[in-house]
């Protein structure tokens, strides 16, 4: 017979052990979760292909954003999915060309304070589909799809928000000057724009000289509470979109002008994330996205961005229009340098998803795709057509390198009618980037290819009720 004492000896190692093995097995889905990455997305709103540094503009200084693309990726064929900014923001948010969740128009190309509709109660948001998968959600910023309460970000998957509910430079009480004269920062009052915590107006006007200041301390409070969970924040600027604001900080301090200073205070914003990141411990988990909305809006001539070297900007389906300056950074993980390869806003739902090890729903379409193997380096981006769309009317597709016209409109005053083409125009987007040397004569099997791809593509498009033409009406 074992003497009690010897076998309390044996028994508590084995014990030991299975209190260890039990501990292990209850944590091991705690932590697989936790190891799930974090996702920021930084939107700016009419910002151009041209504006930061690191894209070549040479007299404003983004050193953050430039050092985000030298240790992250700079993307140099990144595309939003229209070309203002509602069925813009509509597309990156929901993967979906916008014309299927009936978030664009040919009337009203923009969702207005008397608008009264919005992004559907049945499209799945970014952060639906992440907060559905664990994830912490927090929307701050400009908003645009859809102002009243059904609308807004706590009613798509947002758990809070805190920002204009629409663009800047709306609710203008001033008529009898120009928009151009009321630019001005002076002018401030005269845009009685809400600042709104998720559904409630918490200041009215907006004061907007501190708008990205604000917008970023919120944005650090939010990386601060989420630590310790996956989390997705999206941050979308309602700057440099005229009317231009920005903190006595940042006054006069650029070459660039007040357009400048604005590009400037983002630029600030963008590294007070990375070094909250750093200091939380949180880089080496975390995928930061920056791009902008839409191209930049040239008829306010320096209080609009550049293109630099793309034709036309904001509201036309030329280059400018919709190809954005884009870095991405996630220390240590993606594999740094140039990525020419195309991805689009429309992409990032599919690949968040892909990476936070869920599932896209298989009762819609999705126009995005999963672009992990461009991000880490073992393959190529899987786009590799993008359609260009005006309101409700594809003007536009690319294919490769060959991108064909089949309608256009520059933003500039003055077209009112889109100019046909026919036969489309046909553009070597690789040789030429600036659309300026028309080839289509030389290739009409490319042509051929690309109407074809643009045939199945309206194929796909079912009928939805259009959100942007819908007005609140006035009781009397
Ligand atoms: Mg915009």
Known sequence: MIPPRSRRHTTYPLLLLLALALAW?????????????????????????GDLSCFGQPNIKTPNLDRMAAEGQKWTNFYVAACVCTPSRAGLLTGRYPIRSGMCSDTRRVLFPDSAGGLPESEITIASALKELGYRTAAIGKWHLGHLP?????????????????????????????????????NWEAYNVPLMRNEEIVERPADQRTITKR???????????????????????????????????FKDTSMGGIYGDVVSEIDWSVGQIM???????????????????????????????????????????????MREPTVMWWPGKLKSGIVQ????????????????????????????????????????????????????????????????????????????????????????LGHDPSEKYDVASEHPEILAEIAEIAEAHKASIEPVENQLEKRIVEKK
Not at 154 to 180: A, C, K
Not at 370 to 382: E, N, Q, R, V, Y
Request: negative net charge; glycine residues 10%.
């Open 25 to 49: 097995f209850l944590s091991s889905p705690v932590r697989a979760a936790d190891s799930r990455p974090n996702f920021i997305v930084v939107f700016a709103d009419d910002l151009g292909y």
């Open 150 to 186: 059904q609308f807004l970000p706590t009613s798509h998957g947002f758990e809070s928000y805190f920002g204009i509910p629409y663009s800047n430079d709306m609710n203008r009480e001033i008529r009898d000057v120009s928009q151009q004269e009321l630019a001005e920062e002076e």
């Open 215 to 249: 917008y970023t301390e919120e944005a650090l409070k939010k990386i601060h509470e989420f630590k310790g969970e996956p989390f997705f924040i999206y941050l979308a600027h309602n700057l440099p979109h005229i009317p231009l604001f920005r903190s006595e900080k």
């Open 275 to 321: 070094e909250s990141l750093k200091k939380e411990g949180l880089a080496e988990n975390t995928l930061v996205v920056f791009t902008s909305d839409n191209g930049p809006w040239l008829l306010f001539k320096t209080h609009g961005g550049s293109a630099g070297l793309l034709r036309d900007g904001k509201g036309s389906t030329w280059e400018g229009g």
């Open 341 to 428: 390869d195309m991805g689009s806003t429309l992409d990032l739902l599919p690949t968040f998803v892909a990476l936070a090890g869920g599932k896209l729903p298989d009762d819609r379409t999705y126009d995005g795709y999963d672009i992990s193997p461009a991000l880490f380096g073992t393959g190529s981006s899987p786009r590799d057509t993008m359609f260009y769309y005006h309101g409700e009317q594809l003007f536009a597709v690319r294919k490769g390198p060959y991108k064909a016209h089949y309608l256009t409109k520059t933003s500039y005053v003055g077209q009112k009618e889109a100019e046909v083409h026919q036969p489309p125009l046909l553009f070597q």
